[in-house]
């Protein structure tokens, strides 16, 4: 492996930050796991792995390196000890920890930054702290350990128990950032409760969100953001991580949080004391109590950073990475997290007991915490990450399960923390399931899959309850590879169906490279605009809640600008080409010949954040960003995992944290049935004898914004928005210049909102139009053959709204879709005489005759001429109609036909004469459908000839073509499979 | 039991000994006409009145059971014209459906087909009584559904005959009531598979069939095919279904040229006017008369003046493709009269004599229309030659630059 990595050192170092992120993007943690978590064992791979990972530090030292870099360095730092828990220091679990090389093959480790400006860290620091919530200055503690191995925590949250999700998360990404993968499973146990007490810490935050009474799940936006801001101040922060970072850190970062704490919460004592008295309390040195700190705290970075390395320090029979690190600082953090820190770390274990007894209503604080985590992850290794931020509405309600189930968790973890509180019975279990192993890489799996059952054990509390003898061993792994762990082993899990395909682990290392090169490109996209935009777009929640928005809010557009630069230094040269044929593809489509450019779809973003512009060439990534921001697809994979981890591990903490929870969604849909049941005699009633006027649920929630998730319940009323609030909330896309997937998004959820409360009016024919509009001004055809349908029955149930319009873009879009002439003919036949007087209607009539006869002229003055948006659907039959002029054009014409004709009767001036780039566009068009041009040599004129094109015509294969033959959705399939990278 | 119900006893009495005469005699069209809901000079009248005053029909009506397990259908059937003599279409259509399906379980184990008869006679009430009940809920308000069931419970029927040995006989009837469905309801793509099964068997010679049922196969198959702009097949079926026709059905025959004459216009066919008047068609008279005389501002009009009709019977697709052969026409007149004065130069014909032409017609054209028009002839081969655009002319071929249009297939 040493060998193929080297030469692309550093393509390969990001191409890890990029498994990573895909892990975080796959869902589930296992994915996660198959997609890095490649077992190498043995010495050797860690000696090459660590060759690789100089010459990339070499590489990386001479271009500064920029802040992800930095991050993934301590990552790299603490993986490659072989310290059994990473970050669970405790090793709680009898599997013995694999060698963390895991995280080296899958996570080769970016360039360590040159140990950096202690002074810039500060700084960035400094806004962290004012910006984030209590939280979060733990997490720049955590940063570069969680950032790394976030991503694949942050897939977890899927999972249907959210607070479990988080706590996981946590977990992760401790376990990612110093181990790798493998580590991670282990932590998971402990982290779990470890996060459920934590959360008190947040706890206060959230009641005066409260208060306001205005917070919804959107609130989550707003930690998104911030924490998103957050993170990248983090990020810098990362890049100063040098050995220094952790000495001075207690002493500032703890100032720092107090003052947070202060001006946003008000409780400024209560938290300051509680930290001090942590202080003091926790202060005992040694494993072990760091251990548990960590556990407790999610944001335990520090500590559990130090604790691992400390371990894996001693443990280690790895040489400790050579020289990228000064070697003092190892010892010395080791100290810290032994005895040291304790700050830190007290603050987080004292606070669950301060804040644990509140029952939260509200899952505000949980989302935000989540947010910090994931958010390091985002900017610097997982270009999606922001699209998911903004979902956090599904890990919110979680959240508030988690802290009901939080007590046995914890104590559990706690229990588990400590090496002897194993059950002996678990410990044979192990021991039967390890000695099946034949070879060192089935064990590396095996043990693998040993963590996460006893992480899952412990997390959902079943790790004492559990009868281990009787419990049925995994089926041993098959394991590719030699066995000396050149490759990355695949664990073979099944994987659902519905799960997103994770990128191919079996270490076919071509597509991964080009997968990386997409995510690398969608990191710097994510980084800059992403993460950018969503800020933006929260704003106007950063007024609503506490006093601590308005703060950050200002230093939002300061922070991002360093990033992009930074991480692009970092992109290869390769990638970015690569990356920009795909670009130039798409922008092909966007830019045809001649026509009106279709409006960029994201060229309304970047007015939008004015960041965007710094990244100026990056059209290619801007499209990446597409993906990232595309929020449906996102929020169809995260349900579809959420219900594929359902049914596989968690059911019975569901369970628990329903029977712990009030209004859970579940029990909103047991009790809706119960109405519906009762409805009626109740036994086997006919759906549609229900009374679904008792059952229409009136909205109660205020807030005009709100992120689409597909319903997988009963609607509660409290986040759906009454009629008033939702004819804003349309004003508000209507006036906003956000790109067409905020919109999108936005607009569907109105949709969803209309729906179930059963409003079908005026409003509701107004969103469709919107949207309908939107999506064909965007190309969308799919969303707006969804609106067309819904609008043609809302029209017939005779409300009023834009119905010509409406008809003149459906009668095109049979037109276009060679719908049968029998669909036309009876759509024609209904029109009413009005209609037919209607302008656009007598356009698409036209247009409809033009393209029956052939007629080109027609068709392409119909085109120039279209009113409304017929042109963007006339757009779809552009091509095909040039090509029959074109044709026909080559059998009637001879010898020759001016290009500058063809140019002009074709469409591709605008004007009457055509000038020279419009001919060179209309010349290169013909050549590339087969049509000769000559040039006339009396005249110097260019000429299509006729006589010898007719022959050689041809339809090229579109660029863009895809399997469904649908050029639009290849946009999106492209989006699909860079979202999968 | 009181006299006059006596008296009604009696009449269903000798109602149900005709029907046990006609089965065991299989008197086939006599057994269809007792069953003939709707027909005139049917027993259903007589029937449904005396079901208004007997108190106990069924016990009188299973005794049809002695002959053919049939007591129950008949109950529902008679029931069915009951209510439908009181306009309770709905309710003649629910029982009709029973009816049917009585019948139809006792019909698949006749072995012969001397029942046929009444067997179409029963799937005909299915489907007229269903275009009733259809009304029927349209006027209450309610979504109408019956025709739909009608053509589910006649796929059945069809499946139940079609294949099965000499009883196939009857399976086009059946299909054309089907396609009568279809075409009212306007879910025409389902009658793709009907005529799968038709085409494709292998074991029934088409002309075995009735030829009454032949032609109306045609028809709408021909229909069907002008609708996917298939022109020379329909011109094969719909000429197919002319021939047979009987010829005093002027209807059917208005009908079949209703299609047939735009088909046969789009191959190049004029028909003559007299037909046109015959047979009552005269949307089409202005049509042919504008291809005659090269009349494309006469060709428009004709056709935005039965705009509605051309698009609801489906051929305004195959009309409005016509302006083509309407140019060609004028090109051809202009190449005659030029003829006529200079044949040296005759083939050429230059632009801003045919713009002239399009003036004096007073359509609005500019060069580049006329230019596109002329292009697409030549493209469509419905003129040989070639245009020079420097020189602006139209080059017409010396030999043939018009080829006959006539029964060549369009392209």
């Known amino acids: ?981 | 039991m009181e006299g006059s119900g006596g008296f009604v006893d009696r009449r269903l009495a000798d109602y149900v000994s005709l029907i046990t005469d006609s089965l065991a005699s299989q008197d086939g069209s006599a057994f269809a006409a007792a069953l003939a809901i709707n027909a005139t000079n049917s027993y259903a009248e007589t029937v449904s009145s005396c079901l208004d005053h007997t108190k106990d029909p069924a016990r009188i009506l299973k005794q049809v059971d002695k002959h053919a397990p049939l007591g129950e259908m008949l109950l529902h059937h008679t029931r069915a014209m009951q209510c439908y003599h009181q306009n309770r279409y709905v309710d003649a259509y629910n029982s009709l459906e029973k009816s049917a399906n009585a019948f139809l379980q006792e019909y698949r184990n006749w072995e012969s087909t001397w029942a046929m008869e009444a067997l179409h006679v029963i799937v005909y009430a299915l489907r007229t009584v269903g275009e009733m009940a259809d009304r029927e809920m349209a006027m209450n308000g309610k979504a109408p559904d019956k025709l739909k069931g009608a053509g589910s419970f006649l796929m059945k029927v069809f499946g139940a005959i079609q294949g099965k040995g000499p009883k196939r006989v009857g399976a086009l009837y059946v299909t054309c009531q089907l396609f009568k469905i279809y075409f009212k309801l306007g879910t025409v793509h389902m009658c793709r598979s009907v005529i799968r099964s038709i085409d494709t068997s292998r074991f029934f010679d088409f002309e075995d069939f009735p030829a009454k049922d032949r032609v109306t196969y045609m028809y709408y198959t021909g229909r069907l095919e002008v609708f996917n702009d298939n022109v020379s097949a329909a011109d094969r079926k719909l000429t197919y279904a002319l021939e047979r026709c009987d010829p005093f059905k002027k209807a059917n025959i208005r009908m079949i040229l209703k299609y047939l004459v735009p088909v046969r216009l789009a191959l190049g066919v004029l028909p003559k006017e007299s037909l046109l008047t015959k047979y009552n068609l005269s949307e089409y008279i202005d049509v042919v008369r504008a291809l005659k005389r090269g009349d494309v501002r006469l060709l428009r009009r004709a056709l935005k003046a039965n705009e509605n009709n051309f698009f609801r019977s489906g051929v305004y697709l195959v009309l409005e493709k016509l302006e083509s052969h309407v140019y060609r026409r004028l090109l051809r007149k202009i190449y005659n009269i030029q003829k006529q004065r200079d044949p040296g130069r005759a083939h050429q014909v230059r632009m801003e004599v045919i713009l002239k032409a399009m003036k004096w017609l007073e359509v609005d054209m500019d060069m580049d229309e006329v230019e596109c028009s002329m292009a697409i002839l030549i493209h469509k081969a419905l003129m040989k030659g070639y245009f020079s655009h420097k020189s602006r002319v139209v080059v017409l071929s010396k030999q043939d630059p018009f080829p006959k249009l006539a029964g060549r297939q369009q392209q």
């Not at chain 1, 030469?7 to 990573?20: L, W």
């Not at chain 1, 130090?306 to 020289?323: D, L, N």
């Not at chain 1, 919110?396 to 090496?419: E, F, M, R």
């Not at chain 1, 994770?502 to 997409?518: C, E, H, V």
Request: proline share 9%.
């Open chain 1, 1 to 981: 492996m040493g060998n193929e990595w080297d030469p692309q050192q550093s393509v390969v170092s990001d191409g890890a930050a990029v498994a990573a992120g895909a892990a975080s993007w796959g869902w589930n943690h296992q994915d996660a796991s198959i997609v890095s978590s490649s077992t190498p064992s043995t010495d050797a791979n860690y000696q090459q792995q660590w060759y690789a990972y100089y010459a990339a530090q070499a590489a990386q030292q001479a271009s500064v390196a920029d802040n992800s870099a930095t991050t993934a360095t301590t990552t790299v730092i603490t993986s490659p000890n072989p310290p059994p828990l990473p970050s669970a220091p405790p090793p709680p679990a009898p599997p013995p920890p694999l060698p963390s090389s895991a995280a080296w093959n899958a996570v080769p480790p970016p360039p360590p930054p040159p140990p950096t400006t202690y002074g810039t860290y500060q700084q960035t620091q400094a806004q962290p702290a004012e910006t984030q919530e209590p939280g979060s200055s733990y997490i720049q503690d955590a940063k570069t350990p969680a950032a790394a191995t976030a991503p694949s925590t942050y897939t977890y949250p899927s999972s249907e128990q959210y607070g479990y999700a988080s706590s996981n998360y946590q977990s992760y990404g401790y376990g990612y950032a110093q181990q790798g993968n493998e580590s991670y499973s282990q932590n998971v146990g402990p982290y779990a409760s470890s996060g459920a007490t934590y959360q008190p810490t947040s706890y206060p935050s959230t009641s005066t969100y409260y208060g306001n009474g205005v917070y919804q799940q959107t609130g989550s936006y707003q930690a998104a953001a911030y924490n998103g801001w957050s993170d990248a101040s983090n990020n810098v922060a990362a890049t100063s991580a040098g050995s220094s970072y952790y000495p001075s850190y207690p002493g500032y970062s703890a100032p720092s949080a107090a003052g947070t704490y202060q001006t946003q919460y008000q409780k400024p004592g209560d938290y300051y004391a509680s930290m001090q008295q942590a202080t003091e309390t926790s202060g005992p040195p040694g494993t072990e109590a760091a251990a548990p700190a960590s556990a407790t705290h999610q944001a335990p970075p520090p500590s559990s950073y130090a604790s691992v390395v400390a371990q894996g320090y001693s443990q280690t029979t790895q040489p400790p990475p050579p020289g990228t690190q000064p070697p003092p600082a190892w010892p010395s953090q080791g100290n810290s997290a032994t005895n040291g820190h304790p700050q830190y770390v007290p603050p987080t274990a004292s606070q669950p007991n301060t804040y644990q007894q509140p029952v939260r209503p509200l899952q505000q604080p949980y989302s935000q915490q989540t947010n910090l985590f994931k958010s390091p992850v985002k900017i610097q290794m997982n270009p999606r990450m922001p699209q998911t931020l903004p979902q956090t509405p599904a890990y919110v309600s979680v959240a508030g399960k988690v802290s009901s189930g939080k007590s046995l968790t914890t104590d559990v973890s706690n229990a588990a923390l400590k090496p002897g509180m194993f059950p002996p019975s678990l410990r044979a279990y192990v021991e039967r399931a390890l000695a099946r192993c034949k070879n060192e890489a089935q064990k590396g799996v095996c043990q693998q899959m040993m963590k996460e059952i006893i992480t899952k054990a412990s997390s959902d509390g079943t790790l004492f309850t559990k009868n281990w003898d009787t419990e049925p061993l995994f089926p041993l792994p098959g394991v590719t590879g030699d066995g000396k762990g050149d490759q990355p082993f695949t664990v073979k899990k099944t994987r659902s169906r519905w799960e997103p395909a994770t990128p191919n682990n079996d270490a076919n290392l071509s597509n991964i490279q080009k997968d990386m090169g997409k995510a690398l490109l969608l990191n710097q996209q994510t980084s800059s605009v992403g993460s950018m935009s969503w800020v933006k777009r929260d704003s106007p929640w950063a007024n609503k809640p506490k006093g601590f928005q308005p703060l950050q809010h200002p230093q939002i557009p300061q922070q991002p600008q360093p990033q992009p630069q930074q991480i692009q230094g970092q992109i290869p040269q390769v990638q970015v080409q690569g990356q920009q044929v795909e670009q130039k593809n798409l922008l092909d489509k966007t830019k045809p010949n001649g026509k009106r450019p279709r409006k960029s779809i994201l060229n309304e973003d970047s007015d939008a954040s004015g960041e965007d512009k710094e990244v100026p060439e990056l059209v290619g990534v801007t499209l990446g960003t597409i993906t990232t921001q595309n929020p449906e697809e996102n929020k169809r994979r995260q349900t579809r995992s959420k219900r594929f981890e359902n049914c596989k591990g968690g059911a019975t903490v569901v369970k628990s944290f329903v029977k712990g929870r009030g209004g859970s969604a579940s029990n909103r849909r047991a009790s809706a049935l119960k109405i519906a049941l009762s409805c009626g005699d109740g036994n086997g009633q006919a759906v549609e004898d229900i009374d679904w006027d008792s059952l229409t649920i009136k909205g109660t929630c205020q807030e005009i914004e709100k992120r689409y998730l597909r319903l997988t319940s009963a609607p509660d009323p409290a986040t759906v928005r009454p009629e008033e609030v939702l004819t804003k909330a349309l004003k508000m896309v209507e006036s906003t210049s956000k790109n067409y997937f905020y919109k999108c998004e936005q607009l569907k959820s109105i949709r969803q909102d209309l729906t179930v409360q059963r409003i079908r009016n005026e409003l509701t024919v107004q969103v469709y139009e919107v949207h309908a509009r939107a999506a064909l001004e965007a190309g969308d055809l799919a969303e707006y053959n969804q609106c067309q349908t819904q609008l043609k029955t809302l029209y017939s149930e005779g409300i009023s709204g834009c119905c010509n319009e409406f008809t003149a873009y459906s009668l095109l879009y049979i037109i276009f879709q060679n719908g049968s002439n029998r669909d036309l003919l009876s759509s024609i036949a209904r029109l009413t005489p009005e209609a037919r007087e209607d302008e656009a209607v007598k356009h698409s009539l036209a247009v409809r005759g033009a393209v029956a006869l052939g007629n080109y002229i027609m068709f392409f003055r119909l085109y120039k001429t279209a009113p409304n948006l017929n042109f963007y659907l006339m757009d779809l039959y552009v091509e095909r109609m040039r090509f029959e002029a074109l044709r026909c054009m080559s059998r009637s014409y001879r010898p020759t036909l001016p290009l500058e004709v063809i140019a002009r009767t074709l469409g591709f001036t605008n004007g009457a004469q055509a000038d020279k780039d419009v001919l060179d566009e209309c010349e290169e068009w013909v050549k590339a459908h087969g049509g000769q041009v000559v040039v006339d040599s009396a005249s110097s004129e260019r000429q299509f000839d006729a006589k010898a094109s007719a022959a050689t015509l041809f339809m090229p294969e579109p660029e863009d073509a895809v399997a469904h033959g649908d050029a639009n959705l290849a946009v999106n399939d492209f989006l699909t499979r860079s979202a999968q990278a």
